[in-house]
């Protein structure tokens, strides 16, 4: 399985960013892993560009569930991939909590973004009073298997576990939880599509850095990232990528 390093740029970024992305290829023309950014949509089909033949994919943060349609605003899972998209983010909690999507939402956006050929990402994790209540496991247990989509395969379908308590806080859980929700994630996985389930990447996402990444990684079940802050500045994301390839 090819280990994924997948940067989310969030609400942040303008053209003049894009020359972080120049700055990236030049640093790390052909890593191991698969490298990924996300920026929003005003960029996707600029830093498609900026990207084009080199190693970086392109993808979005959200897409609508229809392809087409009276939706002032959204934005179709076939609109992102014309602009150079491969990949697309689902069910990040600042979408579930910012517009209220519930999980089947996300799954109905998943299936958009498979029939139109792109990879979702699909984002599961607990908050902090959760976690504090002993439901972390039943919390992405539910978002898993409400969230993924039935035709879920290793080549459709990244699965992202990002604690919400640990996104942009710089608290991170302990590895040893990090690996219970990976262990639980993977074997979840493998009740709904058995041998399949081993070659879904599982990434994990909540302030990492170059600091903790490589031991982030080290860890089983744990095929790569998503990455909030770090990733906009090419020598942070570009040492989670290095981490990721080591
Ligand atoms: P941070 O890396 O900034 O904590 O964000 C994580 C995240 O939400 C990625 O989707």
Same mark, same amino acid.
């Given at each position: 399985?090819? *280990?994924?390093?997948?940067?989310?740029?969030?609400?942040n970024?303008?053209?003049?960013?894009?020359?972080?992305?120049t700055?990236?290829?030049?640093?790390?023309?052909d890593?191991?892993?698969?490298?990924?950014?996300?920026?929003?949509?005003?960029?996707?089909?600029?830093?498609?560009?900026a990207?084009?033949?080199?190693?970086?994919?392109?993808?979005?943060?959200?897409?609508?569930? *229809?392809a087409?349609?009276?939706?002032?605003?959204?934005?179709?899972?076939a609109?992102?991939?014309?602009?150079g998209?491969?990949?697309?983010?689902?069910?990040?909690?600042?979408?579930?909590?910012?517009?209220?999507?519930?999980?089947?939402?996300?799954?109905?956006?998943?299936?958009?973004?498979?029939?139109?050929?792109?990879?979702?990402?699909?984002?599961?994790?607990e908050?902090?009073?959760?976690?504090?209540?002993?439901?972390?496991?039943?919390?992405?247990?539910a978002?898993l298997?409400?969230s993924?989509?039935?035709?879920?395969?290793?080549?459709?379908?990244?699965?992202?576990?990002?604690?919400?308590?640990?996104?942009?806080?710089?608290?991170?859980?302990t590895?040893?939880?990090?690996?219970?929700?990976?262990?639980?994630?993977?074997?979840?996985?493998?009740a709904?599509?058995?041998?399949?389930?081993t070659?879904?990447?599982?990434?994990?996402?909540?302030?990492? *850095?170059?600091?903790?990444a490589?031991?982030?990684?080290?860890?089983?079940?744990?095929?790569?990232?998503?990455?909030?802050?770090?990733?906009? *500045?090419a020598?942070?994301?570009?040492?989670?990528?290095?981490?990721?390839?080591?």
């Open positions: 399985m090819r *280990k994924l390093a997948a940067g989310n740029w969030k609400m970024g303008n053209a003049a960013a894009l020359s972080e992305v700055a990236l290829l030049s640093a790390h023309p890593p191991t892993c698969e490298m990924l950014l996300c920026p929003p949509a005003t960029l996707i089909a600029q830093m498609n560009w990207a084009r033949n080199s190693a970086l994919r392109i993808g979005g943060q959200d897409c609508h569930a *229809k087409a349609g009276a939706h002032t605003g959204d934005i179709s899972a609109m992102l991939k014309d602009a998209a491969t990949y697309v983010i689902l069910g990040h909690s600042e979408r579930r909590a910012d517009h209220g999507e519930s999980d089947e939402e996300v799954r109905t956006k998943a299936e958009a973004a498979l029939d139109a050929g792109l990879i979702a990402i699909v984002c599961v994790g908050t902090e009073l959760q976690r504090d209540a002993g439901q972390t496991l039943a919390v992405v247990g978002q298997k409400a993924v989509p039935d035709a879920v395969t290793a080549e459709n379908v990244v699965i992202a576990y990002e604690p919400v308590w640990a996104i942009g806080t710089g608290r991170t859980p590895l040893d939880e990090i690996a219970e929700v990976h262990a639980f994630l993977r074997a979840e996985l493998a709904r599509i058995g041998d399949q389930a070659g879904v990447r599982l990434l994990y996402g909540g302030s990492v *850095k170059p600091s903790n490589a031991e982030i990684f080290a860890l089983a079940n744990v095929d790569g990232a998503l990455v909030g802050g770090a990733s906009l *500045k020598a942070d994301f570009g040492a989670i990528v290095a981490a990721l390839s080591a």
